[in-house]
């Protein structure tokens, strides 16, 4: 029995694994590199104070904070490497003008991993964008 009837079970445990990997590796370079960063002494205190918390479980809370920023960059790329491999669709790999491609239904995608990833002049400038690479009768994505 397979987990997903739309995807192979090899390639989706690959994908959740290079997600994985990329968890750990997020958490390796918080503790790692926790002093490169920034940190606004003003909203740290303020932190510790108003949530009733003392330095040491700020600072994990802090560390596991950055991680989790690194990994969510990393979700839309999950995202991307799972829809590809939904029969008739294509991944093309980061550095392409799209993300995914359906040459059978006649779609492009550009993958987001969650609504607010993207400001609004700059979904304006995508669609823009997206608009050009579809009308265009020389386009290959024309039609």
Known sequence: MSYLNWIDDKQLQEAVKHLLLKANEAQHKAQKDFTKNVIDPFSTLFEMAG???????????????????????????????????????????????VDILSEEKKVIGEIKNKYNTISGGKLAELYSSLEKLVMPKASVYKG
């Open 51 to 97: 949530f009733d918390i003392e330095y040491n479980a700020w600072l994990e809370s802090e560390k596991t904070r950055q991680a989790q920023k690194t990994l969510l960059n990393h979700v839309g790329e999950f995202h991307q490497n799972i829809l590809g491999c939904v029969k008739g669709w294509t991944n093309l790999t980061k550095g392409n003008v």
